[in-house]
């Protein structure tokens, strides 16, 4: 029998899919979230429970909440919970492969779906998604184009849990690598954006699956070696050509 939905559940569940939103760069450090009021309508919830829910994600260091003619519920520099983050993905041995694998499995199959089914608008949206990359002007406009390419492939799949599961699993990969002092890898990213694109294009599902493992196996190394370092065995360290260089999108 399914569990009886509670007020404390329910917040939870609020609170879950803003620490996603958040994880995904949807809102960034800086933005403030919609008034309470609004909110709570566009998420369908009394406004008890978005409360509690926010001050769940201000207790983890997600939010903070401002009083005055500027107040409001803005998103922090998320230094708290990155570090969180990274204390879990260190003690939770596997976390980040199993993560990239079940993600790997998850994109490889839509990027083959994607290349047998896709009409002429989904590869104008993916061109646009990466169009947008080269006009990305820091964090939070970099994980918008690069989520917005992840989910047209989704789209252009023509399935609707594919898209779900692969905007939770990168909800997952939330990590360090959004606040460290490096550039965004808009090149990089575009580069690859572009090979899977180009397969997908050419209905090649098997270029399109290779590709895009390649991407997230790429993904895979720069994240062990932001969280683990050198004690990595699979990391992959800056050297003096890619110093200063941010880890792969997600």
Known sequence: MAGV???????????????????????????????????????GVARISLREAIRQLRAEGYVDVRRGATGGTYVTELHQPAAAWRARMRTQDGEIDDILDFRIALETET????????????LVALQEAIDALRAVDGRAT?????????????????SDRLAEAIQSSRGDLFSPHDLLPFAEPVRETIADHRQ???AVAARDA??????MREHLDHTRA????????????DSVLPTDESAGRAPAAN
């Not at 933005?31 to 998420?43: K, M, S, V």
């Not at 990027?111 to 989904?122: F, G, I, M, T």
């Open 111 to 122: 990027a083959v779906l994607a290349a047998r089914r896709h009409q002429p608008d989904d």
């Open 196 to 198: 899977i694109l180009d």
């Open 222 to 233: 720069q994240l062990r070696a932001i969280v683990f370092g050198s004690d990595s065995p």
């Open 142 to 158: 970099f994980r918008h184009a690069d989520s917005q390419f992840h989910l047209g492939l989704a789209r252009a799949a023509r």
């Open 5 to 43: 939905v509670t007020a404390t559940t329910l917040a939870k569940a609020v609170a879950d899919h803003l620490r996603t939103l958040i994880h995904q760069g949807k809102v960034g450090p800086g933005e403030r979230l919609p008034p309470e009021r609004e909110l709570a309508e566009q998420l």
């Open 206 to 211: 098997d270029r399109a699956a290779r590709t």
